[in-house]
């Protein structure tokens, strides 16, 4: 079965710093990964997706995401935090194989911006 | 352009009672999920529903169920709910196969006391 994993339970960062959320999968083939954010009393809101191809995907609120391989690892990126992108953040798999299109969410990453 | 909503957004209940959580979504989406979240668990999977009729488990549906007569509705019954459920749950939609993103409501939370 696939899994997820986000190391850090709790990141801070200054405004204006570059941020990097870790995000590690168990998957034997390539999967389907997604990162979602959840700001507070909200529900979650897709930032991008890797499917195939490019291995540097672009996402909205100008955040980026790398899937490598070799690390089974899809890492997000932003290289300037705003105040607002205070958050939570979740990574996803989905199997290639999984007729039932479920999602496996990793624990969460809560993002603390300092002023 | 109402999307997916869950009512009520707050709900305070005895242990015990019989609680229902309700969700509608408004895009005519095939797939249909109710996860709950925990802190450090992230969301986890209760059930799910490919289509009207058609409903199937998840990763802890013990102490749920669920039923889906109308595609737009999935509406999550807790039937005698312990503290143990008291957590967020999160309704979601989807066209379908695992390319398909997931839209998600904007929850209830539960205290069950």
């Known amino acids: 079965a696939q899994s997820v994993t986000q190391p850090d339970i709790h990141i801070t960062v200054s405004e204006g710093a570059s941020l990097e959320l870790r995000c590690n999968y168990s998957?034997?083939?390539?999967?389907?990964l997604f990162w979602y954010v959840q700001s507070p009393g909200q529900g979650l809101q897709l930032l991008l997706k890797y499917f195939s191809g490019d291995t540097l995907v672009q996402g909205i609120k100008g955040f980026e995401a790398e899937f490598k391989r070799s690390q089974s690892s899809f890492n997000l990126r932003k290289p300037s935090v705003h105040w607002s992108d205070a958050a939570e953040y979740f990574c996803a798999v989905a199997t290639r194989n999984n007729a039932g299109n479920m999602l496996t969410f990793g624990g969460g990453t809560r993002l603390m911006v300092k002023p | 352009d109402a999307g997916i909503t869950q009512s009520p957004r707050y709900k305070i209940t005895e242990t015990g009672r019989q609680v229902t959580l309700m969700c509608h979504q408004t895009?005519?989406?095939?797939?249909m999920f109710w996860y709950r979240q925990d802190l450090g668990h992230g969301l986890r999977l209760i059930y799910y529903s490919a289509a009207a009729d058609i409903t199937d488990k998840g990763e802890v549906p013990d102490g749920y169920v669920v039923s889906r007569s109308k595609t737009e509705n999935f509406p999550l019954t807790l039937e005698s709910a312990t503290r143990s459920q008291t957590s967020v749950y999160f309704c979601?939609?989807?066209?379908?196969?695992?390319?398909?993103?997931?839209?998600f409501g904007a929850g209830t939370r539960l205290s069950v006391l």
């Open positions: 979601a939609s989807s066209q379908g196969t695992a390319k398909n993103i997931q839209y």
């Open positions: 998957y034997g083939a390539t999967p389907y």
């Open positions: 895009w005519s989406h095939s797939y």
